[in-house]
């Protein structure tokens, strides 16, 4: 039985161009997910596939795409698809009204930089938009948000459900996207648009990994100041925990009593939050500064049970 290579390589030109313009997206799409890595890699190194299979994507970009969350998107993103020592190949694209249209004339609102398998697999619901910026695997240059809609506009192949939401987050795949990229690129991401959603998505989320026998006689009020914000201005959030439960209270008002509060660069709260960071290892650095009862804040993190990357 021919390989997957061997048999898009024996096609002509035409015979492509009218695979990718006439086949069920659904077939295409498990064409790709049922390809492994090298296979893609090997079929995209084809030019007349690769130049086929990237026009169709985009040309058809409705028929992958959940129409309800397309229709939401309006700008114009120029995708930089980068092959291993090949120069990026350039396609911008204009989203108005659930339309997509190639136009290689626009001014971008967004550029996305993306390995071009990574896009691929993007496209066939195969991989989450916000994992890959959070990993420093899709660059992102102008409207973070709008790339990240692109990126989660996606539908789960045969279904009408979006195939990533970047609000519902994996804490693991977090955590081990943090664990991977490097502090320049976390302190680039939580300067941006997508820190909102980060910080929102840590802070729902904390009192699933609170040790709730560890925590069972504890009382405490423990606040976050996190910096790092492009305006100069403080996100705060203060967790409460008490007999075992914890809660959560964003924007807390000011001179509200509490045991301690924490104040971190964003990045190193997201380095905190998944593990990555050692908090007496950050008090001792000055990443982390504390005000009030030392003891208190240690204590939360002494009942803290956070995500552990893959290895």
């Known amino acids: 039985m021919p390989s997957v290579i061997d048999r898009f390589t024996a096609m002509s030109d035409a015979e492509m161009n009218a695979y ?3 086949t069920d997206v659904l077939a295409i799409t498990a064409m790709i997910r049922d390809a492994s890595d090298e296979e893609l890699r090997g079929l995209i190194d084809l030019d007349h596939f690769r130049g086929e299979a990237v026009d169709a994507i985009l040309d058809r970009f409705e028929e992958f795409a959940d129409t309800e969350r397309l229709t939401e998107i309006d700008g114009v993103v120029r995708f930089e698809l980068t092959r291993a020592r090949k120069g990026p190949e350039c396609h911008t694209a204009r989203f108005a009204h659930g339309i ?28 989450n938009a916000a994992l890959l910026y959070l990993g420093d695997r899709l660059g992102i240059s102008g409207q973070e948000l709008l790339a990240l809609a692109v990126g989660t506009v996606f539908t789960v192949p045969g279904s009408d459900h979006a195939a990533v939401d970047p609000t519902l987050l994996d804490p693991i795949d977090v955590a081990t996207a943090v664990a991977t990229t490097s502090a320049r690129h976390l302190k680039g991401v939580m300067e941006g648009g997508f820190r909102p959603i980060v910080l929102q998505e840590v802070f729902r989320r904390f009192p699933d990994f609170i040790d709730t026998g560890k925590a069972g006689t504890m009382q405490l009020a423990v606040g976050f100041r996190i910096g790092g914000r492009r305006d100069g201005e403080v996100d705060r959030y203060c967790v409460h925990i008490e007999e075992g439960a914890c809660s959560i209270e964003a924007d807390p008002p000011e001179g509200q009593v509490r045991d301690a509060t924490i104040t971190m660069d964003g990045a190193d709260f997201l380095r905190l939050a ?35 990357p893959r290895r």
Do not use: E
């Not at 997509?100 to 930089?113: E, N, Q």
């Not at 990555?276 to 009862?293: C, E, I, M, S, Y």
């Open 20 to 22: 990718f313009c006439a």
């Open 100 to 127: 997509v249209t190639l136009d290689a004339d626009a001014v971008p609102d967004v550029t996305i930089t993306a390995d071009i398998v990574d896009f691929v697999r993007l496209v066939t619901g195969q991989s």
């Open 274 to 308: 998944t593990g990555q960071l050692n908090p007496v290892r950050g008090v001792l650095t000055g990443a982390l500064k504390v005000r009030g009862d030392r003891s208190k804040a240690l204590a939360l993190n002494a009942v803290m049970m956070p995500p552990q």
